[in-house]
């Protein structure tokens, strides 16, 4: 059974840090792009940052390009979102995504506060 659970999320005052992990099992992990994608109150899904392919090739949304950087650890299944200077556009439920091919799947998310 596929399973990605994310955690790490919270309440953080504004230039604040946050990490967030997804641990994945049921599937082939290193074989998969990983992604990080979020989504605000009222607003489309969006992506943050992936990693394009199984390999180390990656992708950030404008927005939080300089930021945010996403690794992954193939040894452990589980793929990583560091988060540095949160803004309160930051604010969002934040989604772990593995693809392979025609296959995808979606962790539950985890809510993200950028607050003071």
């Known amino acids: 059974q596929v399973q990605l659970v994310e955690s790490g999320g919270g309440l953080v005052q504004p230039g604040g840090s946050l990490r967030l992990s997804c641990a994945a099992s049921g599937f082939t992990f290193s074989s998969y792009a990983m992604s990080w994608y979020r989504q605000a109150p009222g607003k489309e899904r969006e992506l943050v940052a992936a990693?394009?392919?199984?390999?180390?090739?990656?992708v950030y949304g404008d927005s939080v390009k300089g930021r945010f950087t996403i690794s992954r650890d193939n040894a452990n299944n589980t793929v990583y979102l560091q988060m540095n200077s949160l803004k309160h556009e930051d604010t969002a439920v934040y989604y772990c995504n593995a693809a392979q091919g025609p296959y995808g799947y979606w962790g539950q998310g985890t809510q993200v506060t950028v607050s003071s």
């Open positions: 990693f394009t392919s199984a390999g180390g090739t990656t």
